[in-house]
C-alpha cells in the first residue's frame, strides 16, 4: 500500500501542485491587506489512498491540518483525472463588508481547473 500511494503521489504531483496554485491565486485575487492568508505548502499535506465509493478505484486524497488536528483542506485526485479541493480562509471580504470569506475550492478533470471564492453572507 506504501508503494502504492508514493507512485499515485508521484504520478499526481504536478496535477495537485497546478491545483494548489490555483487555489492561492484566488486568494490572492482578493487583495488582503495585513494579515494576508496563505495556503499550506504541498508538501505539508497529509497523503492516503482511499475507495472511491462511485467508481470502485483508489483516489489520492490530500489533507491539510492545523496545530490542533482540525482538518483546513485538501485535495482529492480521483482515478477518472477528476478532482476537488478546498482550502478554508475563513475571514472576513477585504472589499465588500457584506460578505465573509468561509473558503476557496478548485474543481475539474485532467488540465481543466476551474476555482472561486466560497463566500457567505455576513449577519447584520
Not at 486524497?61 to 478532482?83: M, Q, Y
Not at 478546498?86 to 457584506?98: F, I, K, M, Q, W
Request: aromatic residues 6%; glycine residues 4%.
Amino acid at each position: 500500500m506504501q508503494d502504492e500511494l508514493a507512485t499515485k503521489l508521484q504520478q499526481l504531483r504536478p496535477r495537485a501542485a497546478a491545483i494548489h496554485a490555483a487555489l492561492q491565486h484566488e486568494i490572492d485575487r482578493l487583495a488582503f491587506t495585513s494579515p494576508v492568508p496563505h495556503l499550506a505548502p504541498l508538501d505539508h499535506a497529509m497523503p492516503a489512498l482511499a475507495r472511491d465509493p462511485a467508481s470502485g478505484l483508489d483516489s489520492l486524497n490530500l489533507e491539510w491540518r492545523d496545530p490542533h488536528g482540525h482538518r483546513i483542506g485538501g485535495i482529492v485526485l480521483h482515478a477518472d483525472g477528476s478532482f476537488f479541493a478546498e482550502y478554508d480562509v475563513v475571514r472576513a471580504h477585504p472589499l465588500d463588508t457584506s460578505l465573509f470569506i468561509e473558503a476557496v475550492s478548485a474543481w475539474g478533470r485532467d488540465e481543466t481547473i476551474k476555482s472561486e471564492v466560497r463566500c457567505l453572507p455576513m449577519s447584520s
